[in-house]
Structures are given as structure tokens and as C-alpha cells.
């Protein structure tokens, strides 16, 4: 009920005050007028929240075209360059002509046929003849021997699906140009693999997992319901992660797929996209969250476990059905520019999540000494459409001609996530301070 300002106390209705109050309003529109007001942009959701924040490094002329970073002595991707921070998720994509470190020819550097691009033939090049070239500074081209020497006696685990996998065997690939690594992998599936950098005593390893979360009926070209387990990590991981030193967490695009049933404390709560009689329909979203809470209130509560956690953020896909005209659904040959990217609900949904869920945990984890670290990869990946298999995954004769418009091309732009990982290691190890 609205208050009837007319039978207020306090003689607000009185002459005098009323000329009290045309004299405030005088005062306060003068004091604007000489004092103008802070104007903020918006950006689409990148690493910020209340406990980042920014080192300016340009003159105050630029400083509205930043964007704040995680915590820049821990979080970021950042570097230190002389006296200046520079925040290496903001730039663009610019013409490199010297080509990968590596090709599919390159010794320890076996590729997957599906991310092996140039092998079925694809005709253009010029895909992998690009660097990230942040704004203020430069980003180091890949160091073999720098990165193997940070993890001398350690271990590196990468958790997730066939992206992580792709993530894995580009740094598999750019560390064998210096060291060649011994498969100990103890079965032939993809969902886990171990390599050994002997002279370093560096494991690397994949613990593959669609959800990251127990699943049930999974198939990947099949329709029938994925049942999910959302209060329970997936054991292809969970047992065995404890003693690594480095856990590189991700997951996406599975949630994506319809008719998905949620099931919390031994019992069906809902489902995503599945049309089904009295079942609630709780959303894609609702599933991906819980998903990573569930993961890192594992890692948190494994007693054993004193490693640091990394987040690398969603990757986007460029399915773009309107060039299909039989050459595939990613035909484009060069990087997007910033005013060509086109705004992706979906993927901003997943990455809002997936950072409300990391900040959580890491409030949470750091009491307990834990370390959590970030790999946003998502804004800078969204401009390079060109970076995708397309039908370049299998041989030309092959019945199969769906378009992979979802992984990366080996090598391709997807090596620079191990270049921001270089990055991170060096900042944790005070190689931020070096000059670099």
C-alpha cells in the first residue's frame, strides 16, 4: 500500500520545507554539473568478481578499455613486463608467419586422426599462422624446456572430456620437441592415459570424463537418456587424483545433449530436455552447476590432496549451418575480429556458472591451503573460428561427414591454452618477476 504523503508528520507539507527542498535539489544539480558522475562499461562475462582486480599498465586515456582480472599475483593470466602488469586475455589475433613448434610429423607427438587436420587434406594452412598478441605486451612464444624444468618432479593431471584430451595432446606434442615422453598408459581407451618425461620425473595424464560427475548411458550418437549422478564424482577420477600436483578441471558441451535425468540422494529429482510426465525439467544449467560444485567439494574434501586446482574455462564451438554448402559448418579460413563475434547465450550461461562455482570454491579451498587458479580460454578462442577440424577429421572417402566445428585442430590456435599455462606456472613460481 502506498503511503499518502499528505498525512505524513514531520511537516513535510509546510511552506518552508518545501523551499528547503527546492533550494537541496538547486544545490545537488549544480554539484553534478561541476563533478560528473563515473560512467562503467560492460563486458561480456570474463574473470571478475569482487575479489579481482587491476594493475593499470597504460595511460588513464585507455583505462576504460580494460577489463579487471583475477587476483594478478595468483589468478590471472597476467605478466609482469619492467613495471607494468599486462592482462594476456585481452588483444588479439595477429599474423605469425613462423608457423606451430610442431607438426604431425613431430617425434612423441602422436595426434589424434580426428584433430589431425592436415593429414585428410586440409588445403589451407594459414590456420596455424596465427599468435595471441595481448594488448600492452608480448606473449612468449611456447618454452619446452622452461615449462618441463617448473615441473620437475611433478605430476599433472587433466580431467575432463575429449577437449581436455586435446588440450593434453598439445602439450604433449610442444613438450616433445625438447623431451620425448614414454606412454605407461595401461589400456588403449582415451579416457586414460599416462606419459612419462623420464629426465624430468614430469606425469602427465588424462582421467577422461564426459560430466565429471557419475554417468550412466552414455553413447555418443545415441538417443536414449544419460542418467546423471549429480552428488557423485565420477571415479574414473575422484580415486585416483589425490597425490597430483596439478588438476586441470574442465567440462561442457555433453550438458548440451537432450534427455538427461538428474538423480540426487538415490532418487530421481529432474531431468534437462527430456519431455517426460511428472518430471520437472530442471534445465541444462542446473545440471552443470551441481556438476562442479559436486567436483570440487571433492577435491576440497580429499584429505590427501595439497595440489593446485585449475579451471580452464568453456570453449566454443562455430557451427554455422548457413555456409554448409557441402564444405562443412566451419569453412572459415582467419580469425574473427572482436566486431564480427556474435553474442552465445549458451556459452556465457556455462562460463557464468562455471566462475560463481570456482570463486566459491576457492574462498573455501584457500582455508584449507589449497590453491585454485583460473585458464580462461573463452573470449580468446571465440575468434578463431577457423581453428576447427570441419570434416578434416577423417578421410575423404569416409561415409562419415559430420562437420567437427567443437575441437581443435593439432597444431592450431588451441596451443596457446598451454602457452597461458606456461604463464601461470611462471608467475607461481615467481618467473613473473624475472622480466621474462
Request: charged share 25%.
Given at each position: 500500500?502506498?503511503a ?70 595468483h589468478d590471472s ?45 586440409r588445403?589451407d ?11 600492452g ?21 587433466f ?7 586435446n ?50 548411458g552414455?553413447e ?31 567440462a ?13 540422494s538415490?532418487?530421481?529429482v ?37 595440489g ?129
Amino acid at each position: 500500500m502506498m503511503a499518502n504523503i499528505s498525512n505524513t508528520p514531520s511537516g513535510y507539507n509546510s511552506p518552508l520545507n518545501w523551499y528547503k527542498v527546492i533550494l537541496l535539489i538547486i544545490l545537488l544539480i549544480v554539484l553534478f554539473t561541476i563533478i560528473p558522475p563515473k560512467h562503467h562499461e560492460n563486458f561480456p562475462i570474463s574473470s571478475q568478481s569482487e575479489d579481482f582486480s587491476v594493475e593499470n599498465s597504460t595511460s588513464n586515456q585507455d583505462q576504460g578499455n580494460r577489463v579487471a582480472a583475477v587476483n594478478p599475483d595468483h589468478d590471472s593470466i597476467s605478466m609482469r613486463l619492467e613495471s607494468k602488469k599486462c592482462d594476456m586475455l585481452r588483444g588479439k589475433w595477429v599474423p605469425y608467419p613462423e608457423g606451430p613448434l610442431y607438426t604431425n610429423q613431430t617425434t612423441g607427438c602422436y595426434i589424434e586422426k580426428t584433430q589431425n587436420c592436415m593429414r585428410f587434406g586440409r588445403p589451407d594452412t594459414e590456420f596455424m599462422k596465427w599468435r595471441w598478441k595481448p594488448d600492452g605486451c608480448d606473449l612468449p612464444v611456447f618454452d619446452a624446456a622452461r615449462f618441463l624444468e617448473l615441473v620437475r618432479g611433478k605430476s599433472m593431471a587433466f580431467v575432463g572430456d575429449s577437449v581436455a584430451r586435446n588440450q593434453l595432446q598439445s602439450l604433449k606434442c610442444l613438450l616433445s620437441t625438447v623431451a620425448h615422453p614414454i606412454n605407461e598408459s595401461s589400456t588403449k581407451v582415451w579416457t586414460l592415459r599416462r606419459f612419462v618425461f623420464t629426465h624430468y620425473n614430469f606425469t602427465l595424464e588424462l582421467f577422461g570424463s564426459t560430466h565429471l560427475v557419475r554417468a550412466e548411458g552414455i553413447e555418443p550418437h545415441s538417443a536414449a537418456p544419460i542418467d546423471l549422478y549429480l552428488d557423485e564424482a565420477d571415479q574414473a577420477w575422484a580415486n585416483k587424483i589425490a597425490n597430483f600436483d596439478y588438476v586441470i578441471i574442465s567440462a561442457g558441451h555433453w550438458f548440451s545433449r537432450p534427455k538427461m535425468r538428474y538423480h540426487e540422494s538415490h532418487k530421481v529429482v529432474g531431468c534437462s530436455m527430456c519431455n517426460a510426465k511428472n518430471m520437472t525439467d530442471l534445465t541444462r544449467f542446473y545440471g552443470y552447476k551441481k556438476a562442479f560444485e559436486t567436483t570440487f567439494r571433492t577435491l576440497i574434501d580429499l584429505p590427501k590432496f595439497n595440489g593446485t586446482v585449475i579451471l580452464r574455462t568453456i570453449s566454443p564451438t562455430h557451427f554455422e549451418p548457413e555456409y554448409w554448402e557441402g564444405r562443412g559448418y566451419c569453412v572459415r579460413r582467419k580469425p574473427f575480429s572482436k566486431q564480427q563475434v556474435q553474442y552465445d547465450w549458451f556459452l556465457q550461461m556455462y562460463k557464468k556458472i562455471q566462475m560463481e562455482e570456482f570463486l566459491a570454491a576457492k574462498r573455501e579451498g584457500e582455508e584449507r591451503g589449497l590453491k585454485f587458479r583460473l585458464l580462461d580460454i573463452t573470449e580468446v578462442m571465440l575468434l578463431r573460428p577457423d581453428g576447427h577440424p570441419n570434416h578434416y577429421g577423417h578421410p575423404p572417402e569416409s561415409k562419415n561427414k559430420f562437420s567437427d566445428c567443437l575441437h581443435w585442430c593439432l597444431p592450431g590456435p588451441i596451443d596457446v591454452w598451454n602457452e597461458f599455462l606456461l604463464q601461470m606456472l611462471k608467475n607461481e613460481n615467481g618467473g613473473s618477476r624475472e622480466g621474462l
